[in-house]
């Protein structure tokens, strides 16, 4: 029993580093086991029997309630991979809060791949926040591979925001959107690495209803030796509007490629792109060391306000 609260307490350390919460329906996944969960009056929570995962049923009467489903993986050479799927009925407003803490102190590589898939409803409003981090002192790499997709029916809003801030050595996110007429879809993806961290990010999104909209704003700083690579794609299948937009803070000796790609299938499919990458404002640093901070710490006030 001591044992296992120990595991217990090192486990909410990790969620509460990684901004996670514990209130309404609930699944914590803890080194590819689920731990515990917990239904509410308008959500279920179902184990699957086929395969890794659970399925999440969120009925219309929902209204503004939260779901909390963090992953923790904090043995070291350990791989996870979890399918959940996310069933939301007509008429739905949920916010959902996933993500996972890998926290590696071995010297092998830890790895959680987790495929997501939202089926929402008509005239539903979704919200779905992914918070990624990694911690440990082991040099064996901590590897995230998210997968999510995305099915939208008509008239509903799906947002989705995601964040990578620290200690993630590896990933490779692949998202694939499709919105029926009248949907709207916003993303926000930031992102920070360090060292010889590898991010990379892919969006397949297909506007395929009439008055279907998207917005997707990626924000990134990468440090030190780090490489990325974003390739968002909006594709107008109807008479739609669709804006990517790719902004990149570049320091020190790393790399950055921004491949924004818009496709009109339609005569009535309006998209435009945007994409910079620079390094930090020279002015912007001045003024603060002019305040009396030093240089990493007027670094540090540019990239929180950038992310942000």
Known sequence: MAELDKVTQAILKYIDEAGFKQEGAFNLRHNGMSLCHGNSEHVKIVKKEDKQGIDIYIDGNTNGEEIHIPVV????????????????????NVVIIAGCGIHNDGHADSRHDGVHSFFVGKGANVTYRENHYGAGEGDGARILNPVTKIYVDED???????????????????????????????????????????????????????????????????????????????????????????????????????????NARHLDAAIVHEAAIGRINDEQLIKLRTMGMKAEEAESVIIEAFLN
Request: glycine fraction near 6%.
């Open 156 to 262: 509903s809003v799906f947002t989705l925001d995601t964040a990578q801030i620290k200690g993630v050595d590896s990933t490779k996110r692949e998202t694939e959107v499709e919105l029926a007429a009248g949907s709207k879809l916003f993303v926000m993806e930031k992102l920070m690495t360090h060292g010889e961290q590898m991010a990379e990010s892919n969006m397949q999104i297909k506007l395929n209803g009439t008055a279907s909209s998207a917005q997707i704003i990626s924000r990134s700083v990468a440090k030190e030796h780090s490489a990325q690579v974003f390739h968002p794609a909006a594709v107008g299948n109807a008479k739609c509007n669709a804006h990517i937009q790719c902004d990149s803070i570049i320091m020190d000796e790393a790399q950055v490629r921004s491949i924004p790609e818009i």
């Open 73 to 92: 993986v904090d043995a070291s050479g350990f791989t996870d991979k979890v399918y959940n799927d996310f069933h939301i009925a007509d008429g739905a």
